[in-house]
């Protein structure tokens, strides 16, 4: 209903509150309080500021559809998107869960420094997000997928044939920044859809793109087992060809073309 792109700063806000949770997690600890007393005050917190921002809501009456499904996969024409949000979800993850894991068993960093590869990711990711909207505006939805694609894979590739610290850490921002507006882009395209009703393209699209934030992590510990990391995470870039060859399939507004 806005007038300009708005969701991937909502995203980048997200970012910063897991930064704020994270650094609230610390304090807590290194002050030796009780988790129970920690999840207690910040659920407070949260429900006070729930409460106070209610108000502000847009407040819209609910449409009442007779025979509406409870689950839906996506149509023809948002299953690229879905598939779209599946490959970034899944390096999404993959950084969370193994990026620090990466460069300690392939890096061979100490466990100390093996945390900057997560931290670059993470960060990249939160200030790409915060520049988004400004970049979608100016050059629409399908040149940014399709470069965020070609980051990804470029990231990924980085460090599997140069693993080292500097282009490491290097490659895990490029994934960040990669990874940074695929997600909200995609789901501001499925809430446009003209064949799905209230929200349902946008919970379908995400049904599919948490699969991937779920059950591709686990693989790359499998692969990894079987060869080694580096292995896991080449193969892994190839979902960044995923989606700049979903991206392809959008017309120059970021549509799904319907046609392909």
């Known amino acids: 209903m806005y007038s ?3 969701m991937t700063t909502f995203h980048g806000i997200w970012s910063m509150a897991g930064f704020g949770g994270a650094a609230l997690g610390y304090l807590m600890v290194a002050n030796h ?14 429900t006070i500021i729930a409460f106070c921002c209610s108000p502000f809501l847009l407040h819209q009456k609910p449409i009442q559809q007779s025979n509406k499904p409870i689950f839906s996969l996506p149509d023809k024409t948002l299953l690229k998107l879905a598939f ?9 993850n993959i950084m969370y869960d193994w990026s620090g894991i990466y460069m300690d068993k392939a890096v061979h960093t100490s466990h100390a420094i093996a945390i900057t590869g997560f931290i670059a990711f993470m960060s990249t990711l939160t200030l790409a ?5 400004k970049v979608v505006t100016r050059y629409g939805v399908k040149p940014l997928m399709q470069y965020s694609g070609m980051l990804i894979i470029t990231g990924f590739m980085l460090s599997v044939i140069f693993p080292y610290l500097v282009t490491s850490i290097i490659g895990f ?5 990669g990874t940074s507006c695929i997600v909200p882009l995609v789901y501001r395209e499925a809430g446009k859809s003209k064949t799905m009703i209230n929200g349902l393209g946008i919970a379908a699209v995400s049904t599919v793109g948490y699969l991937g934030f ?4 686990p693989l790359v510990g499998f692969v990894a087992q079987a060869s080694n990391l580096r292995w ?19 017309d120059a507004s970021g549509n799904v073309n319907t046609t392909s």
Do not use: N, Q
């Open 84 to 92: 779209i949000c599946f490959a970034s979800m899944a390096c999404e």
């Open 33 to 46: 309080i009780k988790p129970a007393y920690h999840l207690l005050s910040v659920g407070i917190i949260l």
């Open 173 to 177: 921002g490029m994934v960040g920044i």
């Open 129 to 133: 997000r915060f520049a988004g909207d």
């Open 214 to 217: 779920l059950m591709v992590p």
């Open 4 to 6: 300009k792109s708005i």
């Open 232 to 250: 896991s995470f080449a193969i892994i870039s190839t979902l960044g060809l995923v989606i700049v060859w979903m991206s392809s399939k959008l």
